[in-house]
Structure formats: structure tokens, C-alpha cells
């Protein structure tokens, strides 16, 4: 990862589209709060905040590549994401509850895309 200015907030846009990615971890740990070890937290605004605010990756893929992401492909992949998600948040507005966003009719695309930009994250 030395291709990348930021290696540790790639490590977190990382496994913030993993959790995105898996509606097994969803349901668990967003839901359920059902947790892997004590001291450990996850929820779906604890990644949108890492995606948006942290990072900023969502708001400019493109601008990310060399500072969190090494290639275009990175960035196209999470610029779909980006737009699958702030479809669901013009739908349902950004204070709905994680087990809320669950149902919404748009969150098959939004784990297909975050699978999609996974992949692409995790391709040498």
C-alpha cells in the first residue's frame, strides 16, 4: 500500500465497504448487536462517516486516487457507491434507523455495489 499517501484511512474505507458489502454483518452487528469481541462497535453511520466525512472518498473518488485509492477503477467503483447511497438517503433522509435502511427497496443495489467496490479494493 505504499502507492497511497494514507494507507490507514485506506485500510478504513476498506473495511467500511466490506461492511456495506455483507448484509450477514448488517443484521448481526448493526441490528442485533451482536459483536465479534468486547470493545468493538460497528454501525451503518460509523461508515457512512468514515466514506464521507472522514475520508471524504465518496465525495470525489477521483480526487482520492493516490491519497486513498490507488486507481481509476477504485474510484469508479466507489463513485456507484456513492450514488447508490445518497439515493437512499433522498429516499429516507440521513436519521433513519440502521434496521430502517435495511428495508429500503434501494439496499439490494447498495450491497451489490459495495461488493463491487470491494472487489475492485481488494484486486492487486
Do not use: C
Request: hydrophobic letters at 45%; charged letters at 30%.
Amino acid at each position: 500500500m505504499n502507492d497511497v499517501r494514507f494507507p490507514e484511512g485506506r485500510m478504513e474505507i476498506v473495511s467500511a465497504v466490506a461492511a456495506l458489502a455483507s448484509r450477514d454483518h448488517q443484521r448481526r452487528v448493526w441490528v442485533e448487536r451482536r459483536y465479534p469481541r468486547k470493545d468493538y462497535y460497528d454501525d451503518f453511520s460509523t461508515n457512512v462517516h468514515i466514506l464521507y466525512d472522514d475520508t471524504r472518498v465518496l465525495e470525489d473518488p477521483s480526487a482520492a486516487i493516490g491519497i486513498y485509492l490507488r486507481s481509476e477503477q477504485e474510484a469508479a467503483a466507489l463513485a456507484n457507491l456513492a450514488e447508490i447511497l445518497n439515493a437512499v438517503f433522498a429516499e429516507m433522509g440521513t436519521e433513519s434507523a440502521d434496521s430502517e435502511y435495511l428495508k429500503s427497496r434501494l439496499w439490494e443495489s447498495v450491497i451489490r455495489s459495495a461488493s463491487v467496490a470491494l472487489h475492485a479494493l481488494l484486486a492487486d
